[in-house]
């Protein structure tokens, strides 16, 4: 290939509104995604998780392809602070800690989803002793309309299947491992802003 026609490429799928992908699944995970949340208006990402870890891997992979950490507004912190231990992150991401009941996951996405720097959030569960992945996704289900799209990487296999049915069946996708998620986080943005490069 010609020096330069790679981005010669992007360029064109840009103005023309494509969405690029590099492998088959991710077309498959890609339109699905973008069926259940529909299209989402910017980089920006806000991660909750019980394991600071699995934290950490979304946010690189997520730096890695090209999206954003969405900043956590003063206001936000104080009433994060008023239902999370006193040992959460105090960031983004937002480590709940790793014995997070149903409703300490439920409070904190509603905190961290009215942030208005966020334009995206995902919700990861880490598989622990105290860790209760179908009443948590119950718990989670109704938040599918928040005003800007929820994704979801529900850890553990087999033993997380039945909370991650309640999720899909709830329009929250479901990703095994968080830094898929992230990847589809990016890929529905950049599908955003090609559509918005029509317009230009």
Request: aromatic fraction near 8%; charged fraction near 20%; glycine fraction near 8%.
């Amino acid at each position: 290939a010609l020096a330069g026609s790679d981005s010669a490429y992007e360029a064109a799928f840009r103005r023309a509104g494509v969405l690029r992908v590099r492998e088959i699944e991710q077309l498959f995970d890609a339109a699905e995604t973008l069926s259940r949340v529909g299209r989402i208006s910017g980089e920006r990402l806000t991660i909750l998780t019980n394991g600071g870890g699995a934290g950490v891997l979304a946010a690189d992979r997520l730096a890695d392809w090209g999206g954003f950490l969405a900043p956590l507004d003063p206001d936000t912190v104080a009433r994060l602070n008023a239902v999370l231990p006193p040992n959460w992150s105090g960031a983004n991401p937002v480590d709940i800690i790793g014995d997070a009941p149903p409703d300490r996951y439920a409070k904190a996405l509603e905190i961290a989803a009215k942030d208005p720097a966020a334009d995206g959030m995902l919700v990861i569960l880490t598989p622990q002793a105290m860790t209760d992945p179908t009443a948590t996704a119950e718990a989670l289900k109704n938040y599918a309309n928040l005003g800007k799209p929820v994704l979801a990487s529900w850890m553990g296999g087999a033993e997380v299947a039945a909370g991650e049915a309640i999720l899909n069946r709830a329009n929250i996708p479901t990703f095994a491992y968080p830094d898929t998620a992230v990847r589809l986080f990016n890929y529905m943005w950049r599908y955003s802003y090609n559509l918005r490069g029509i317009y230009e």
